[in-house]
């Protein structure tokens, strides 16, 4: 009964070479949010839609995009991946309204070769 | 600027004993605080939260204790379990008009001994 799905679990690419990772949710929340997760680092936001209204946090890489062309879909775009983008990327939903807790997908473990 | 601390990477308990996991926080701005649990290979799941209104939150053996004067936050596990092993990460975010941005700590490793 996954909830906030990513694909692929694991996503190998070469260096400089654009990558996409799939975010979907059948929460019908109207946040979703990208991390980026370093090995025994804390997740760190990189973005987040409010609907289709994009955030973009100061200090993310203007080699990171994102798109999210509906309620259920959100990607994320690496224009031209180095070495230092490899990590864990998780998506997270909420709501929107109040203090509420985001649900997390698995995440996608990206590699760069 | 690192908000949001958790100045133990590890934790080894025994079995049955309690854990406390600690975390600190600089920003007077967080009202929000969530604990999470993550596994190898999973996603962080949400295990507990508290607001800023309140000192203490019970779920079950899960317990989150706020001390806003010192900026403090720890989670109690009574009685720990073999299956709590895993990382424990605690969030925060300042304000729900913020669409509920978090700020994370590095997370702490729990081991429960058998």
């Known amino acids: 009964d996954a909830m906030v799905i990513q694909n692929p679990r694991y996503q190998v690419t070469q260096f400089g070479k654009p990558v996409t990772l799939s975010c979907s949710q059948t929460?019908?929340?109207?946040?979703m949010y990208w991390y980026q997760q370093k090995s025994s680092q804390a997740p760190k936001l990189l973005f987040h839609?409010?609907?289709?209204?994009?955030?973009n946090e100061a200090d993310t890489p203007d080699n990171f995009q994102s798109r999210r062309p509906n309620t259920s879909f959100c990607f994320l775009d690496i224009r031209s991946p180095g070495l230092g983008d490899a990590a864990m990327y998780l998506c997270?939903?909420?709501?929107?309204?109040?203090?509420?807790?985001?649900?997390f997908g698995d995440g996608t473990r990206l590699s760069i070769l | 600027d690192q908000q949001v601390k958790q100045n133990s990477p590890s934790l080894s308990v025994q079995e049955g004993r309690i854990s406390i996991l600690n975390c600190d926080y600089t920003?007077?701005?967080?009202?929000?605080f969530l604990w999470y649990k993550k596994y190898p290979a999973e996603g962080p799941t949400f295990l507990i939260s508290?607001?800023?209104?309140?000192d203490k939150n019970e779920d079950g053996r899960f317990t989150v204790f706020l001390n806003k004067s010192a900026k403090h936050l720890s989670l109690h596990i009574v009685p720990s379990q073999p299956g709590d092993s895993a990382v424990y990460f605690c969030?925060?975010?300042?304000?729900?008009?913020?669409?509920?941005?978090?700020?994370f700590g590095q997370g702490t490793t729990l081991q429960v001994k058998p």
């Open positions: 997270a939903t909420t709501e929107g309204r109040g203090n509420q807790p985001q649900h």
């Open positions: 929460l019908n929340h109207n946040v």
């Open positions: 839609y409010y609907d289709k209204d994009f955030n």
């Open positions: 920003n007077s701005m967080f009202d929000y």
């Open positions: 508290i607001s800023s209104i309140k």
């Open positions: 969030a925060a975010s300042a304000g729900s008009g913020n669409t509920g941005k978090l700020i």
